[in-house]
C-alpha cells in the first residue's frame, strides 16, 4: 500500500476552560488504531471517576471516525470535537474533554463552545507534525566504505536506522524519497562500483 503523507499531533496536549464553575478538560493524544483511541478514552475516565461527561473523538488516517456526547444532549459535545479536529486537518489522534459540572445548565451553545474550545486549545498544546513516507536503504559494505557512507549521509538529509557489524557492515538508512535514487547513484560512484543499494521497505517519518 502506498504511503501517504499526514498530519498529526507532536504529543500529548492538554488544557483548562471554565464556564460559569463548569471545568472543561481537554487532552489530546497521537493513536494509531480504534483500540488505542478506546484505550485512551478508558484511562481518561479511570484518571477522573467524579467528572459528569468525558466527552471523545478521534480521527485515523484509514478515514475511521467516532465521537461520544456521553450523556450531553445530542449535537452539543461530540460532534464539536470532532469538527475541530476536521478543521485542523489532523488524524491518528483522539481527544476527550472531560467536564466537571459546576451546578449552571449552560444550554446548547454554550456547550457547544466549551467543548469546541477545550479540544482547540488541547490540540494547540499538543502541536502537530507532518508525516512524510521515507524509504528504507541497505547497504552492505566494508568498514572503510562504512565510514565514507555514514559521511555522506546528511548532505541527503538520510538517518540511519540499524547498524549490523560482521564480516561487512550492513547499514539501513532512511531517506525523503525523492533522495533515494540519488544517494544510491552517490554511494555507487563514490565506492567504485562495490556498494549498492536495496530498498528494504517504507516508513513514515516527521518532515
Not at 85 to 95: F, H, L, T
Not at 177 to 201: F, H, K, W
Request: aromatic share 8%; proline share 4%.
Amino acid at each position: 500500500m502506498e504511503l501517504k503523507p499526514y498530519k498529526t499531533l507532536g504529543k500529548k496536549g492538554e488544557s483548562l476552560y471554565e464556564d460559569r464553575r463548569s471545568e472543561f478538560l481537554g487532552c489530546a493524544v497521537p493513536v494509531s488504531s480504534e483500540e488505542e483511541a478506546a484505550e485512551f478514552v478508558r484511562s481518561v475516565k479511570k484518571q477522573h471517576p467524579a467528572a459528569r461527561h468525558n466527552v471523545w473523538a478521534y480521527v485515523l488516517r484509514d478515514g475511521a471516525e467516532r465521537y461520544s456526547d456521553d450523556g450531553e444532549p445530542q449535537g452539543s459535545a461530540g460532534m464539536p470535537v470532532l469538527e475541530v479536529m476536521r478543521k485542523s486537518g489532523i488524524c491518528d489522534a483522539a481527544v476527550v474533554v472531560t467536564r466537571y459540572f459546576g451546578g449552571i445548565l449552560l444550554g446548547t451553545g454554550g456547550l457547544l463552545r466549551a467543548y469546541s474550545s477545550a479540544a482547540k486549545q488541547a490540540i494547540a498544546d499538543a502541536g502537530t507534525v507532518n508525516m512524510i513516507p521515507l524509504v528504507l536503504m541497505t547497504f552492505s559494505c566494508g568498514y572503510s566504505d562504512h565510514r565514507k557512507i555514514t559521511l555522506e549521509l546528511p548532505r541527503f538529509g538520510a538517518a540511519v536506522e540499524k547498524t549490523e557489524f560482521g564480516a561487512e557492515v550492513e547499514l539501513t538508512v532512511s531517506v525523503h524519497t525523492e533522495n533515494a535514487d540519488p544517494l544510491a547513484a552517490r554511494v555507487t560512484e563514490m565506492t567504485a562500483g562495490r556498494v549498492g543499494a536495496v530498498r528494504s521497505g517504507m516508513k513514515y517519518g516527521a518532515e
